[in-house]
């Protein structure tokens, strides 16, 4: 007997959560159409050489953005999920005075750091870093704006902004300038991408249900003597939680840039956003999910979790398999797309998707290990991990080039989430694998409304 023939029918907060979660995959898929044609357009216009170095940019500035909430971002999402609408404003003030501190000293220590690089002679570098503090400020504000809409006012209306107005007006910018026959390099590239950020949350967090917890948040009360303080040991675990998962994928075309050079950066680059596509019902799930594990480690529901634990890993791994021979069987046309300083990009698409395999195979377990406790353990995992993971993809690209860099991240994402399942099946009694009897389940299913289709 299938493990799915006892399951009570879904409740209304299981179907609340389903309908959150296929809304979301309508906007980010649409989204990620958008930024692929973006990424693409700009990766064309600017060349390898211009890409890789606003590529490096944007990946620096979107871990200082991560970094600077210093954790307090992810004790906003679990507070909000318990609490809701009524304190949320104090809450939102609150964490946003925790990351102000944080950001100040990133910003400052990067422009030293990029003043030092200029006065060795590397030019590159010092632009670099000075791109990602312009861009690093409004992408703060945002992704502090999307974490305080997640348990609000769902992922759908959380992401839409950031992930389909962006970069659809990025596109009709970049075609602007293309019809203009306008130049674009790094540093246009890098402002215009902080006006539009900043922009958008700007219209954002006036108007609508976040308007009204954004004007309480902006009245709200002076705190007590050591609340920031308190806050911030709060939220500290969470640090290389929020972080982790982004050095994991943003950072590492730095890693490539300094071993094999901003060119092969580029390419690997490209393909990591491509071979991302894959995982796109895992990151949606990620995010809808969190709420919903939130309240049922609360309530200590394991026999819930688990099945949503489940049913979230099929989903995920189904969808990515599909999808990766969707992608695979496209790479001939990649060099028509990208031109010949892409040449080695249809390679490292093979070993980039089996590393999204990877990752979709154990589901839904940043957002078990960030809700029910385990923020300790994983920021631990992730400080063994990271660096491990960032010297294969140096060490492998500068023997290899963009080529050694694919294969590295794939054997890092194997290790990791080796790890990851084993530590969440002993702690929190989870299997964190798909279920064949949710996803024969599932296939029943769609034979039976094929039938009916046919009849019809």
Same mark, same amino acid.
């Given at each position: 007997?299938?493990e ?7 409740? %209304?907060a299981?179907?609340?959560? =389903?309908?959150?979660?296929? %809304?979301t995959?309508?906007? $980010?898929?649409?989204?990620i ?5 973006s ?10 050489t ?6 490096? =940019?944007?990946?620096?500035a ?8 210093? +954790?307090?971002d992810?004790?906003?999402v679990? $507070? ?12 939102v003030?609150? !964490? ?16 030293? !750091?990029?003043?030092a ?6 030019s590159?570098?010092?632009? *670099? ?19 305080t ?6 992922t759908?209306?959380?992401i ?16 602007? @300038?293309?019809?203009l026959?306008?130049? @674009? ?7 215009? !991408?902080a ?12 108007t ?12 709200a ?5 050591g ?6 040991r #709060?939220?500290?675990?969470f640090?290389l ?20 050079g901003?060119a092969?950066?580029?390419?690997f ?7 991302? /596509? &894959? ?22 529901d394991? &026999? +819930? &979790?688990?099945?949503l ?9 189904s969808?990515a ?14 060099? #028509?797309? @990208? ?5 080695d ?7 980039l ?11 839904p *377990? /940043? ?7 385990? #923020? ?16 294969l ?7 290899s080039g963009?080529? +050694? ?7 890092? $994402?194997?290790l990791?989430n080796? &790890? ?10 989870l ?17 039976r409304? +094929?039938?009916r289709?046919?009849?019809?």
């Amino acid at each position: 007997m299938s493990e799915t023939a006892s399951v009570p029918p879904p409740t %209304g907060a299981t179907r609340s959560i =389903a309908s959150d979660a296929l %809304g979301t995959m309508v906007i $980010r898929a649409a989204g990620i159409a958008l930024l692929f044609a973006s990424t693409t357009a700009t990766a064309v216009l600017l060349g390898p050489t211009e890409y890789g170095e606003f590529s490096a =940019a944007l990946s620096l500035a979107l871990l200082f953005a991560t970094a600077a909430p210093l +954790g307090t971002d992810r004790v906003l999402v679990r $507070r909000l999920s318990i609490i809701g609408r009524e304190a949320a404003g104090s809450e939102v003030s609150l !964490t946003h005075r925790c990351s102000l501190w944080p950001a100040l000293v990133i910003a400052c220590g990067s422009l030293l !750091t990029a003043a030092a690089c200029s006065a060795m002679g590397y030019s590159a570098w010092s632009r *670099t870093l000075t791109l990602a503090v312009l861009m690093a400020l409004p992408l703060t504000l945002t992704y502090l704006r999307q974490w305080t809409a997640i348990p609000l006012v769902g992922t759908r209306s959380a992401i839409l902004p950031e992930q389909f107005l962006i970069p659809l007006l990025s596109l009709l910018l970049l075609g602007l @300038l293309w019809l203009l026959r306008l130049p @674009l390099a790094a540093v246009p590239a890098a402002i215009g !991408t902080a006006v539009l950020t900043l922009g958008v949350w700007l219209v954002t967090v006036s108007t609508g249900r976040l308007g009204a917890v954004y004007r309480d948040a902006w009245q709200a009360a002076a705190f007590e003597r050591g609340a920031v303080r308190h806050r911030t040991r #709060e939220g500290l675990p969470f640090v290389l939680v929020a972080t982790g998962v982004l050095l994991a994928q943003r950072c590492l075309p730095v890693a490539v840039a300094a071993g094999a050079g901003f060119a092969a950066s580029a390419q690997f680059s490209w393909a990591l956003m491509a071979a991302g /596509i &894959a995982s796109l019902p895992l990151g949606i799930l990620n995010l809808s999910l969190m709420p919903g594990f939130a309240r049922m480690h609360h309530h200590g529901d394991l &026999a +819930g &979790a688990q099945l949503l634990a489940r049913h979230a890993a099929t989903l995920t791994f189904s969808a990515a398999a599909t999808a990766a021979v969707v992608l695979l069987a496209g790479t001939p046309l990649l060099h #028509e797309l @990208l031109g010949d300083g892409y040449a080695d990009v249809p390679r490292m698409l093979l070993p980039l998707l089996l590393a999204v395999l990877v990752d979709c195979l154990t589901g839904p *377990t /940043i957002p078990v290990m960030q809700t029910t406790g385990l #923020e300790r353990l994983y920021g631990r995992c992730l400080a063994l991990h990271l660096p491990l993971q960032l010297l294969l993809v140096f060490g492998l690209s500068r023997l290899s080039g963009a080529m +050694g860099a694919a294969v590295a991240y794939l054997i890092g $994402r194997v290790l990791w989430n080796a &790890a990851v399942f084993l530590l969440i099946r002993r702690y929190r009694s989870l299997i964190m694998l798909p279920s064949l009897g949710c996803a024969a389940a599932e296939f029943r299913r769609l034979l039976r409304w +094929g039938h009916r289709s046919i009849r019809l």
